[in-house]
């Protein structure tokens, strides 16, 4: 017996039980994964579950199985599966057993002879192919991963070199406006500029617009305040 489906009916509460893909179990594993427990979907609550899911043989030809699970949808179309697509995992967790009102046990390995009865011998030949196929996608994924992790290095490189670029013309633009500052009068210095007669209140190096300029800030004596820059002295 490979996986029991046992239904309990919502109105009698009486149970059936059904054997599934018997003879086509090649694998049950018990698992540590991280599933989410919301039986509604409409929040998350992740946690740590122990977790049996059975590889199953679906055959040359069948359902696209959804991801790395077998595939239950009704509007799904049989048709030829390629060497990737033969072998499917069924999840026997019973994670939300209450809400479907059935439950998968006996989660058991199918016997060689149970094997080569349902699927021909060279069931076994298809399981190294479908290994096989997974490793060398496994591989690929790894290898995307690591291009991937070189390309984000070598981008976050080049955007911290162009910033200690930017910051370091800004530093020297900010430097040479504070050089302009010694052709500013001091602070309480009556001056003209322009024609406008005041008494300086405030130098300093700033920024405007991008660009840094060493300015002073001019009042007269009816309040009114003009802003010049060092050039103008």
């Known amino acids: 017996m490979a996986i029991t489906k046992n239904t309990r009916d919502r109105f009698t509460g009486e149970t059936t039980t059904e ?79 209450d809400l479907y009102s059935y439950w998968l046990d006996n989660v058991t390995v199918d016997s060689v002879g149970d094997l080569f009865l349902a699927c021909g011998a060279e069931v076994y030949d298809e399981l190294a192919a479908w290994d096989d196929f997974n490793s060398k996608e496994a591989e690929k994924a790894a290898e995307q991963r690591r291009l991937e992790e070189t390309r984000r290095q070598a981008e976050a490189k080049a955007n911290a070199e162009k910033a200690a670029i930017k910051r370091a013309k800004d530093e020297g633009l900010k430097a040479e406006a504070e050089k302009m500052l010694a052709r500013i009068p001091a602070k309480g210095t009556t001056v003209t500029v322009d024609g406008f007669t005041g008494q300086v209140f405030w130098t300093g190096a700033t920024k405007y617009y991008g660009k840094w300029s060493a300015r002073a800030g001019i009042k007269d004596a009816r309040g009114n305040v003009a802003w010049v820059t060092a050039e103008k002295f």
């Open 19 to 97: 054997t599934l893909y018997k003879g086509r179990v090649v694998r049950v594993l018990n698992v540590v994964e991280t599933r989410n427990w919301s039986d509604t979907l409409d929040y998350t609550d992740y946690r740590s579950t122990n977790c049996t899911i059975a590889l199953v043989y679906l055959g040359r030809e069948g359902k696209k199985p959804h991801g790395r699970y077998v595939n239950d949808c009704s509007w799904t179309p049989v048709g030829p599966l390629d060497v990737g697509d033969r072998f499917a995992w069924v999840d026997c967790t019973n994670l939300f057993s």
